[in-house]
């Protein structure tokens, strides 16, 4: 049997307020084609299939659209709810779903309840772990102590493999979404939880063939039945230089058999550019980037004026702006240093400048704030 490991989708996720459906359509589409060409035989979303609890009205199109793509190529679904994801609202319609041949799970209830596919050599369990959030999954685990993510996916495994104990030869895979250690997250993650408790050892996940890791966006391997497929899209300039994939699975047998990397399209690349406005807004080495989502760092010792409009004249798809420069000649004292032995109307001139970035105040802006400091102190002294 043949699996397309995929994860966090995140349908509906935007760069810096900029849409990305387009884009994410495209991708995921893609992987129908994928599925043909591999002889795919299910496709695993191993959580975030949305980017938001609430998903909008073309976001739930996308992934219907997808879906339908998928099917039509020949290859079953199972797919699962990260921490983006509402449980709730991706398992509506599961068991209409199921009958498709879209197999949702959603619940802690059903976690060791698989999707079993047959194949030459027998069946394969496939079991769909939900995101368990620990103060919620404990109780529907019947593990009232378990108060971490380890602790709760522990749980969850251990019936996965109370389950399989009944199921004598069969090879299995379990999705989970988690922050595994050994894992290298990007910056574009939501954090699980604070202060390491979100993190799992590999070890709970042991008695299984193959474990299709969601949550980290960079694609790596914790071990050869371990591994994170991340997203297929980058999701932050964070991720830009990544080569986004999914993995290939086979199942023979006796288990595990081989993975391969299947790299995918990236239908618009970021691009991080530095230096100066007129220098970004003139170097002919940055033509190669015109149609690349931008994130511009700008190092003027002076903040420029209408700045990203200026940037989107030449790069229509600058989504990012970030004002680095530090002014000629700027006091490195501490701000209490800077203030010691100085009058109000210094420090508000001071203040003014920093704010316009470096452009000091005019004599009539100054006579201007000792006006305006002069009606404070009046109105001080007469309380």
């Known amino acids: 049997m043949r699996l397309l490991h995929t994860s966090d989708w995140h349908v509906g996720r935007s760069l810096h307020g900029t849409d990305l459906l387009a884009e994410q359509e495209a991708v995921l589409s893609g992987l129908a084609r994928v599925v043909r060409a591999e002889r795919v035989d299910v496709v695993v979303v191993a959580g975030d299939v949305y980017d938001r609890a ?10 219907d659209r997808v879906l339908s793509r998928l099917r039509a190529a020949g290859a079953t679904v199972v797919l699962t709810p990260g921490n983006h994801d509402s449980a709730r609202r991706l398992g509506f319609a599961a068991g209409l779903l199921a009958v498709s041949g879209v197999h949702v799970r959603a619940t802690t209830a059903s976690l060791d309840e698989p999707v079993l596919l047959p194949d030459e050599h027998g069946e394969v369990a496939v079991y769909g772990l939900p995101f368990l959030e620990p103060e919620v999954a404990r109780h529907e685990l019947g593990a009232d102590l378990a108060r971490s993510h380890q602790a709760v996916l522990a749980a969850a495994m251990d019936k996965v493999r109370a389950d399989l104990y009944f199921r004598p030869g069969a090879r299995s895979v379990v999705l989970a979404h ?5 894992g290298l997250p990007s910056e574009s993650e939501r954090d699980i939880a604070v202060g390491g408790v979100d993190l799992v050892s590999p070890s709970v996940f042991d008695g299984v063939d193959y474990v299709a890791l969601g949550h980290l966006h960079r694609p790596q391997t914790l071990s050869p039945r371990l591994r994170y497929s991340g997203s297929p899209l980058p999701y932050s300039f964070g991720e830009a230089g990544q080569t986004k994939q999914v993995w290939l699975v086979d199942l023979d047998a006796g288990g595990l058999a081989e993975v391969r990397a299947v790299p995918l399209p ?12 007129a220098q970004l807004l003139a170097d002919p080495a940055h033509e190669a980037v015109l149609e690349h989502f931008v994130s511009a760092r700008l190092t003027d010792p002076v903040r420029p004026t209408d700045a990203m409009r200026r940037l ?8 990012h702006l970030e004002w680095s420069g530090v002014p000629s000649g700027a ?5 209490t240093e800077r203030l010691r032995g100085r009058d ?15 452009v000091g105040v005019s004599a009539a802006e100054r006579e201007l704030l000792g006006r305006a400091l002069a009606v404070a102190d009046r109105e001080e002294t007469a309380r």
């Not at 988690?178 to 050994?182: E, L, N, P, R, T």
């Open 344 to 358: 109000a109307l210094s420090i508000a001139g001071e203040f003014v400048g920093h704010v316009r970035g470096g």
């Open 266 to 277: 990236l239908p618009r690349r970021l691009s991080v550019l530095t230096g100066e406005l």
């Open 178 to 182: 988690a922050f595994v250690g050994g």
């Open 54 to 63: 609430v998903p909008s009205a073309d976001a739930t199109g996308v992934l």
């Open 312 to 319: 989107q004249a030449r790069f229509p798809h600058c989504v």
């Open 331 to 335: 006091d490195e004292r501490s701000y």
